[in-house]
């Protein structure tokens, strides 16, 4: 998730596009991540302006332990593969 969200910025960066405008993300589901992971200091720069919604995006989810996208993956093949 970290490197799909890294990308987009980089390809906004590349391209010179305005991030907020061509990749916005919502605010429920940067609500979402903060629910998960507590940067509220983080939600608040980007309500402020200074930083981007796809930069919070890539930021909070680099800084999620290996050990963290492990069991989501692990339940995504679960729910999908050995639910059927």
């Keep these: ?6 990308r987009l910025e980089v390809d906004a960066d590349d391209r010179g596009l305005e991030k907020d405008r061509f990749y916005f993300i919502g605010d429920h589901v940067l609500e979402h991540f903060v ?3 507590r940067y509220e ?3 608040r720069a980007v309500q402020e302006g200074e ?4 930069h ?3 930021a909070i989810w680099w800084s999620m332990p290996e050990n963290f996208y492990q069991v989501v993956y692990a ?3 679960r ?6």
């Design 1 to 6: 998730m970290a490197y799909l969200y890294g």
């Design 35 to 37: 629910a998960k992971q």
């Design 41 to 43: 200091w983080f939600y």
């Design 51 to 54: 930083i981007s919604r796809i």
């Design 56 to 58: 919070f995006a890539h």
């Design 75 to 77: 339940e995504i093949v």
């Design 79 to 84: 729910v999908h593969f050995y639910n059927g």
